[in-house]
């Protein structure tokens, strides 16, 4: 790995922004082509791989928000950076992209969910406006060094205002600026814009082949709560209301969303929604269970894409105004996902496992001083190696401590000798989905994963020939050379990123350390609107 480059002058040394969404799966920009891309576009999203670089094997560490984020800032895995689930807390003390760069003499901000922490301590950022925890999608909760305020709006929209006030009226002009971005949506429960809420109303998306899988030869599979059509809460993330003529949503997790809107917000809402309820409604006792499933589906995907919508706007707005403003040039554009998500694959929603679709996230970049224009990375890169990235754009040292790699050669196409694998660990269970521990590694082809917590269970697919991960191949004779050969591999890889023994996790409880409230942070502006405290 390199560790040092040259002091770059101010005038030479690139703007970062750095754009991540929640839970945005790789299927939902068209950029990567899909079977949905031509009935839910985003073009926005696209002109950035246009412009620059798609990276068609983009992964992650650990296929949930917190651990995320904490590995894209530090370029090290949970088991170093000291976030491995969510209900931790970040010690920011430690090496983080955007405060290296802060201390060679750039500009920083951060503006958006945040989601490590309830504040950015130990970053050092410039300016900061964070939703509170996972952020509403109406009339949210910010957090600055201020305090705590209700905010009246969509929320996407309010973080692509704070985002182009800060470029254009805060940022210090002198300095080069870095500027993380990170949108709630899409993240559960998928609640469009006022303009979007009909969007996809009309629309019939293509059902999965693997919908209704029974998880047969996968036994954590079988033990998720994650099943659209079985987990999904009807209300707050299916939007189904009581009855006929009623306005109110079945059980609902988070009531107090609802609760948020204005009265012209809320009955703009119904509107949008209630002849498609009633018509649910009226008809539910004659539908079949498979009938209830497919609709189910159909309104997640609905509101889901929806919500999409107006990030990709977002974006069209942010790259409008580089352009306008002649910053495009020579700043570096990322868009990506804190991992992905499943859209129906399996039967679900959320992420967690090391599946494709959750392990894989997308990631565009453009830079038009350094990067040509359309370029694609067919190379396996993680979401540590975004760190390294921009430190070494920057002319930046790298922390020797950091574990990713940086990914400029092979954009530029200066490398012949990148990782061939990919490890992968996630810890949190017991909770929420029941996704049970487990560890793995992939490579160009071939997938090995180890189940380790209240079980010990392995897979092992080949995904050239099931890339939806159907056939669990680990005791297929035929594959039996493969599948030693990636437990060796995974013993390299737990030994060079230095993971400790997988005995150490078997049966440790999720670790979690007390945050202090809102409320205890800004006592004098925490005010009777702010329903969470996280």
Known sequence: MPSTFPAKPDTDRPNIIYIMSDDHAVRAVSAYGSDIAHLAPTPNIDRIARNGVRFDESFVTNSLCGPSRAAMFTGKFGHKNGFNHNGQLFDGSQDVWPRLLKEAGYTTAVIGKWHINLTPDGFDFDHWEVLNDQGEYYNPDWITKEGVQKEMGYTTDQITNKTLNWLDQQRDKSKPFALVMHHKAPHRNWMPAPRHTRAFEQVEFPIPDNYFDTYEGRVAAQMQTMNIYRDAQEGHDLKMTTAVGEAEWREDIWPHLLQRMTPEQRAQWDAAYQERND????????????????????????????????????????????????????????????????????????????????????LLMQYPARIRAGTVVSQLVQNIDYAPTFLEYAGVDIPTEMQGESMVSIIEGTESNWRSSLYYHFYEYPAMHDVSRHYGVRDSRYKLMHFYYQMDEWEFYDLAKDPTEMNNAIN?????????????????????????????????????????????????????NTEQES
Do not use: C
Not at 292 to 313: G, P
Not at 482 to 509: C, F, G, H, M, Q
């Open 279 to 362: 018509a649910m409604n009226a008809n539910e006792t004659n539908w079949s269970d498979e009938v209830m499933a497919i609709w189910k589906y159909q309104r997640y995907l609905q509101d889901y894409l929806a919500t999409i919508k107006s990030v990709d706007e977002s974006v069209g707005e942010v790259l409008d105004y580089l352009e306008v403003n002649d910053l495009a040039e020579n700043t570096i554009v990322v868009y990506t996902s804190d991992q992905g998500f499943y859209m129906g694959e399996h039967g679900w929603f959320d992420k967690r496992f090391m599946y494709e679709e959750s392990f894989r996230a997308p």
């Open 476 to 528: 297929d004779p035929a594959y039996s050379g493969e599948i030693e050969r990636l437990k060796a591999e995974i013993k390299r890889l737990e030994t060079y990123y230095d993971v400790p023994p997988s005995t150490d996790w078997i049966d440790r409880p999720l670790e979690y350390k007390p945050a202090p409230t809102l409320k205890e942070l800004f006592p004098h502006s925490f005010h009777s």
